[in-house]
């Protein structure tokens, strides 16, 4: 499919500067930022729910490998299944710190939503050392209650990503949701390589990019579409 030619002025999925509690110059800067990835980005493979969330990706990061070589990946039932975590008000899980920070307040507060990371809870830092495990899967293993039916967001650890699989290996946990992006040399690629071939809603990329401004503008642009076509269907 080619969208390159859409005017994003025309899609509602990026709501208003009303709706979105930012000052119309903001706003318009963001519309002239996806007008250009819309113009450069060319021919591409995804549907339209899916490209929101990839051109948003693009956008965070100033990336169009993310549409190519290190392509985002997309479970067939993944934005279906997030929608439903909205709907429930789940929780949403991060691995780090700066993934928390990343995503937006405003939408959470929307939703009824909470986000929690764990990394830097005394309790992990001190088994980490303790048990010789990485902060990151051990926040993922205090988070296992909140991931049951909630969304988990990684964007830096593989660890925490090999956790999160193990997990529901063992029928552990049932997210709704795994958005796996982590960045990286050691073990990214194989760790995203493996949720890809899990039967569960995942959203995750080819090769070694990832981080966490990916993976809070993949969660940001979910909430979004889901508030924005919330509102669209009570008007």
């Known amino acids: 499919m080619d969208y390159s030619k859409n005017s994003i002025g025309d899609d509602y999925k ?69 929608f439903l975590a909205f709907s429930k008000q789940s929780y949403i899980v991060t691995d780090v710190e700066m993934v928390l920070h990343g995503i937006n307040k405003k939408s959470l507060s929307s939703l009824g939503m909470n986000g929690i990371c764990y990394i830097n809870d005394p309790e992990c830092i001190e088994n980490s050392k303790k048990y010789e495990k990485t902060r990151s899967e051990l926040a993922i293993q205090k988070a296992m209650d909140k991931i049951n039916n909630g969304i988990v967001v990684i964007g830096n650890a593989p660890t925490a990503l090999y956790e999160v699989i193990s997990l529901i290996k063992e029928k552990k946990i049932s997210p709704y949701l795994v958005i796996g992006i982590p960045v990286g040399f050691v073990s990214a690629v194989e760790s995203k390589g493996e949720l890809s071939r899990l039967n569960i809603p995942y959203i995750t990329n080819n090769g070694r990019k990832g981080g966490s401004s990916a993976a809070s503008s993949i969660i940001n642009a979910l909430m979004l579409m889901y508030i924005t076509n919330h509102k669209k269907n009570q008007e």
Not at 27 to 51: A, C, L, P, V
């Open 14 to 82: 990026i709501g208003s500067a009303k709706g979105r509690d930012m000052s119309s110059r903001s706003f318009n800067i963001e519309k002239q930022s996806f007008d250009i990835i819309e113009s450069e980005i060319g021919k591409h493979d995804y549907d339209k729910d899916q490209w929101v969330v990839v051109r948003r990706v693009i956008h965070a990061t100033a990336d169009f490998d993310f549409a190519k070589d290190c392509k985002i990946l997309f479970h067939k039932g993944a934005i279906e299944s997030a």
